[in-house]
């Protein structure tokens, strides 16, 4: 018999909230189990999932794994386990919370170097200077060695952090870093800058998909349901619908047509009561209908867009196409 669609969140910390935050949005409420620090859960209004509450780290390591079918966690730790990240999963949808970068930083007292080729030069010369290759202090050694080879810069070698990674060079463990960071402050009040070319992710938090994963039909159903709650959500954001009463006189139904059809042809939606625009052209839009002599228009905001097609179900039902079990 087939399990349940396995899906992952953060189980703390202000990512748990985001996500619980966004689930609860797309109308998909998480109902813990288990009392308040239970580590399984469900959603409400969708069967057939079972929800694992585990840390952003084991989450990525999960999906690596094909122990679990999606998750959410951050980019930076689904990359990290290897450039071959479309071998093993799949983003189905950035979430735009979460949001972080992964940057090389380099003392603010090295004036000379405010670029990858900078840093090149400069760790020739180190190299030259002291017989030791720079080191560069960080957690992200897959990424670190994937951009630095990018740019032509080989003569360092990783320390591996285990802590404050930004703490390395003042410590004398590093001469560099490779780190995370939201807003700069904290490296900045280490002494450290971001070089100008030194963004390696801009990372965010990530709806997932397993590719390793074991897929059932029934559990392919499931992650339809969720995708299509979480598209139809995403679809309504940023859009109005606008409405006027029908014309009655044949003239007025002309005019209706060729506004209309002029509207959708600028990329508005047809809709049985009216059209669906993006709210950056409500006004210019509401004022073609007007001009035309149809209103008075209405504005209202749907609250999700079912869309006939769902394209991240369609791309995860392609992928997954080799190893579904058709049982």
């Known amino acids: 018999m087939s399990g349940p669609l396995i899906v992952a969140i953060p189980s703390k910390g202000r990512l748990k909230e985001q996500v619980e935050e966004w689930l609860s949005d797309c109308g998909l409420p998480l109902k ?25 780290g084991a989450i990525a390591d999960a999906i690596d794994a094909g122990d679990i079918h999606l998750g959410v966690t951050g980019e930076d730790l689904l990359r990290e386990r290897g450039e071959d990240l479309t071998g093993r999963a799949m983003l189905l949808r950035a979430l735009g919370f979460g949001r972080a970068d992964v940057v090389v930083a380099a003392p603010q007292s090295w004036l000379d170097v405010d670029t990858m080729a900078d840093l090149e030069e400069v760790a020739h010369e180190h190299l030259v200077r002291t017989g030791r290759r720079m080191r560069v202090a960080t957690k992200y050694l897959t990424l670190t060695r994937a951009f630095f080879a990018r740019h032509g810069v080989s003569d360092y070698r990783i320390t591996e952090s285990a802590g404050a990674t930004e703490g390395a060079p003042a410590a004398g463990t590093a001469e560099l870093v490779v780190d995370i960071t939201s807003t700069g402050a904290t490296l900045a009040a280490n002494g450290l800058k971001v070089l100008a070319d030194g963004v390696i992710l801009r990372s965010q938090a990530q709806l997932a998909a397993s590719l390793r994963a074991t897929w059932t039909p029934a559990q392919l159903a499931a992650a339809e349901r969720l995708l299509r709650a979480v598209e139809a959500r995403a679809a309504a954001l940023g859009r109005a619908t606008l409405s006027w009463p029908a014309g009655e006189a044949r003239e007025a139904g002309m005019r209706e047509k060729s506004v209309v059809d002029r509207l959708v042809a600028e990329g508005a939606s047809r809709r049985p009561d009216g059209l669906l625009v993006d709210e950056a052209v409500i006004r210019e839009h509401a004022a073609a209908l007007t001009q035309a002599g149809l209103g008075p228009v209405a504005v209202s905001r749907p609250d999700h867009v079912f869309e006939v097609t769902c394209a991240s179900f369609i791309e995860l039902k392609g992928a997954i196409s080799d190893i579904l079990i058709k049982k």
């Open 32 to 56: 813990v189990t288990g009392g308040s620090r239970g580590y399984m859960a469900g959603l409400k209004g969708l069967d057939g999932v079972q929800v694992r509450l585990l840390s952003a």
